[in-house]
């Protein structure tokens, strides 16, 4: 597994010690905190108590992710986002992502500041690898059956962990292929993406098998819906198995993982590291 995650020249994982990527959704119709940041100013307020809560890295992200969740048009998403970029990146050294599909909106964020593409769909927009290329940006490429609006319909696969993993191949050598290195690539299999519970927990259980891609691994569980299908807890519930299942992801061999529950995330990979005889080191710039 590689350990090593650059993005604009900086280095945002460069050890064993997992980082931790705040959640700072701008949405009025998130999954699991829809409408709470909603607002530039709650937004960049969030941004800054995950910061001081512990947070690595903050992924920004104007548009909801969430089955069934509807597109938002290129100006509005625009609208929601780059404030709250350009605002954080002023006010923190946190370095920022920005969770987006459309090129123009990770054009005008990388511009405002943010350093590192969160891209659900693995740069498949026109455009998008270029910029990535040209900016020296991280990226996070994620494997997605389908889009947010039909993903969850009958999701058929006959061995989840391989296809997703030769996808998730093809797109790292599609990227390295225009310009964008492999140390700039996070790799991540998309728990909720297109899958039911059983292909998440086949993809949890064999994470190992995404080491082999030669890039730093990301997994993002937090509230998900197979954290229900296991607990029965309903969505403001669901920090404890949020954290456990993170963690337990980097016991797996994940590098970064994206939470909504900075602080109780970061004490959980203290308590790891301190259990291991490590100390949680911060990201080096
Ligand atoms: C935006 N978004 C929602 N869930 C995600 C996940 O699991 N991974 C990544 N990379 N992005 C996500």
Request: hydrophobic share 45%; net charge neutral.
């Amino acid at each position: 597994m590689s350990r090593r995650w650059e993005a604009k020249g900086r280095i945002i994982v460069g050890d064993d010690v997992p980082k931790v990527m705040g959640i700072v959704n701008v949405t009025p119709d998130s999954f699991s905190d829809g409408g709470q940041w909603a607002s530039a100013d709650a937004a960049i307020a969030h941004g800054l108590k995950l910061v001081e809560e512990g947070a690595d890295i903050l992924d920004v992200g104007g548009e909801s992710t969430r089955p069934g969740a509807a597109i938002v048009p290129v100006e509005e998403e625009l609208r929601r986002v780059i404030p709250v970029v350009e605002a954080l990146a002023r006010r923190t050294d946190a370095p920022i992502s920005i969770d987006t599909t459309k090129p123009e909106v990770a054009r005008r964020a990388i511009a405002a500041g943010a350093s590192i593409i969160n891209d659900v769909s693995a740069l498949r927009e026109p455009g998008m690898v270029e910029i990535a290329a040209a900016t020296g940006a991280g990226v996070v490429l994620m494997h997605m059956r389908g889009d947010p609006r039909t993903m969850q319909d009958n999701p058929v696969y006959n061995d989840v962990v391989a296809e997703v993993r030769a996808y998730l191949a093809e797109r790292v050598a599609w990227c390295e292929a225009r310009g964008v290195p492999r140390s700039r690539i996070a790799v991540d299999p998309g728990i909720g993406f297109g899958k039911t519970h059983e292909h998440n927990l086949s993809l949890l259980r064999n994470l190992d098998q995404f080491a082999t891609l030669g890039c730093v691994l990301l997994i993002g569980v937090s509230r998900k819906g197979t954290l229900k299908k296991i607990t029965g807890r309903s969505m403001d519930r669901r920090m404890p198995s949020s954290v456990v299942c993170s963690l337990a992801a980097c016991a797996m061999g994940a590098s970064v993982a994206r939470v909504h529950d900075v602080g109780p995330m970061v004490d959980a990979i203290k308590v790891w590291n301190a259990v291991r005889g490590w100390e949680r080191n911060d990201v080096q710039g």
